[in-house]
């Protein structure tokens, strides 16, 4: 079983009104891993049948974020007919997850990866938190508790990081099964407008 969480940020715009900090400068020795592609194409498949699927349905789609959450503008959408936008993302993502492609990793592995994840992160010149220990993520992990993840880090470290940012990242330092999205629609306290 896949266990994810998944943010989907059904309507309204992620903006930020803060001034865009530098990131912070990569480092060159990193190499990624191969499942990152492998997990950003899935992405992008799983984007190609959601847009396809709200199309057939006549609704409006917004193109994904590189790390497979997406926004609908409610913008121009009678009030009437925002729950069956809601309803009807929802209907999609279900339908077309599969269609995807994603690999079902096993918990051990998944942990591997949150690492690379993490070390991709600190290549970007971010540095956090070391991870748990594997035994410990994977007994919290089966047991059903929330688990720890690199951008779980990220986001408490920095919770005012520009969405441009966040994203950018996303594209690079991809997670695998266990996916940690703030709702950047409802900023912290001195963002948003």
Sequence with gaps: MRRAVVLVALLGGAT????????????????????????????ERLDRAVAACMGERGLPY?????????????DGVPPAQVERLQAAAYECWEESEPLAGFVDYPTGTVYDQSVETW????AQGYDLPDP?????????FDAGEEVWAPYMDLYEQDPEIEESEWFRLKGICVESGIVFSPDLSDPPAGLGS
């Design 16 to 43: 930020a009104c803060t001034a865009e900090l530098p990131a912070p400068a990569p480092t060159a020795s990193y190499a990624q891993p191969g499942w990152m592609l492998e997990t950003l194409q899935a992405h």
């Design 62 to 74: 917004a193109q994904a974020e590189v790390d497979g959450s997406a926004s609908y503008s409610a």
């Design 132 to 140: 748990p220990s594997k035994a410990s993520w994977v007994e919290g």
């Design 119 to 122: 070390e991709c992160l600190a």
